[in-house]
């Protein structure tokens, strides 16, 4: 059993095992109306539960939520970001957690789209080495490279600004063409990591299912959000998470825009996807600029496991003038701000970060 007031780490079987265990105690021993008590407790009301526990009660709602929804089929798309020996440990371990979902509720269904944003390599190939580990026939790898061999024409009728991008935006369109009888069609982009368990896909996903909004995110910092706040973020983050709060204010999604787990439905990603440049930050503004409300915030359980945060990318930041001036409203003060973002240079960002974020802070003073 984890020991209460341990470091939480979601790669780590043990610590699944004991969430598990937990989950399944809760759901058998629980009322609904105690779980969603628990669940929704704030930061402060909840210190001294232990942060397995907390993570349990929020899969021990999503299962709920789950089991009494209509039938959903679910299409994984999650690009993949580090070594192919990595990467497959993560993938056949969220395979795991979305079978549990099948478990919990038989009426759902999924597939994964698996996003590669470079060749494969033949010596470690991520499909390979998934043969003997799951026998399903629902997981795909989606290879840019060989999408774009096959089809020459791609390339010009996606356009993006860049392989990364043409490679989410191909894949989120692929997934989108899937059709599933009678049954409501979710598409979920992720990433290949272990900060999030697939099984709080119900807490994120709920108003999707009844028709309340087109998309949804995980929250990594609302009210009722789960961090692992001693990882979590860095002075990099804080002020890209900064800025898009201050750019785009008029959206409460802002404040957590970059958030690790977005869910859509394949309407929209069809009506909507030809319009992504950058990344998928902007499907959240375009979907608000068509009907305001049509964002769910849903807080979820984020587990940060790294103290070795990577500098985030200058030129990530620097996207941000370019989304705000095709989906921002203008504000003088906002104008300011993102001349600031367009003048700063990669030696500062790199040695200088607070003297960056005071200054930045300074504007909206």
């Not at 983050?237 to 008029?250: A, H, I, M, R």
């Not at 009907?291 to 790294?306: H, L, M, Q, R, T």
Request: aromatic share 8%; glycine share 2%; charged share 30%.
């Amino acid at each position: 059993m984890i020991e209460a007031y341990s470091i939480l780490d979601l790669s780590n079987i043990d610590h699944l095992v004991s969430i598990d265990e937990a989950v399944e105690d809760i759901l058998e021993k629980k009322s609904v109306e105690e779980i969603i008590n628990k669940e929704s407790l704030d930061t402060d009301s909840r210190k001294e539960i232990p942060l397995y526990m907390q993570t349990a009660y929020k899969l021990a709602k999503s299962y709920t939520i789950l089991a009494r929804s209509p039938e959903l089929h679910f299409t994984m798309v999650v690009e993949l970001k580090e070594d192919y020996k990595t990467d497959k440990q993560i993938i056949i371990r969220k395979i795991s957690q979305l079978e549990n979902i099948r478990r919990q509720a038989p009426q759902i269904s999924w597939d994964m789209l698996i996003v590669e944003n470079q060749p494969e390599t033949p010596d470690d190939n991520l499909k390979n080495s998934l043969i003997g580990k799951y026998t399903g026939n629902n997981v795909e790898i989606f290879c840019l490279e060989k999408a774009l061999a096959e089809d020459s024409t791609i390339e010009k009728t996606i356009e993006s600004n860049d392989k990364q991008t043409l490679a989410l935006k191909l894949a989120l369109w692929t997934a989108a063409q899937k059709t599933f009888k009678k049954k409501k069609h979710i598409i979920i982009h992720t990433e290949a990591e272990n900060r999030t368990h697939f099984g709080q896909l119900g807490l994120i996903i709920e108003k999707i299912a009844t028709a309340e909004v087109q998309i949804a995110i995980g929250s990594r910092i609302s009210k009722n959000s789960i961090t692992q706040s001693d990882f979590f973020p860095s002075t990099w983050e804080n002020v890209y998470n900064y800025s898009t709060e201050k750019l785009f204010q008029d959206f409460e999604f802002a404040k957590d825009i970059d958030c690790p787990i977005k869910a859509f439905t394949s309407e929209f990603i069809k009506e909507n996807i030809e319009k992504l440049k950058i990344s998928d930050s902007e499907l959240m503004l375009i979907a608000e600029n068509n009907k305001a409300n049509s964002v769910g915030i849903s807080p979820i359980a984020f587990i940060e496991n790294n103290k070795n945060f990577n500098k985030l990318s200058l030129i990530k930041l620097k996207l941000l003038p370019v989304i705000y001036r095709n989906y921002g409203k203008a504000q003088a003060k906002s104008e300011q701000y993102i001349k600031f973002i367009e003048k700063i240079e990669q030696t500062n960002w790199e040695n200088s970060i607070q003297d960056i974020e005071n200054e930045m802070k300074a504007i909206f003073v």
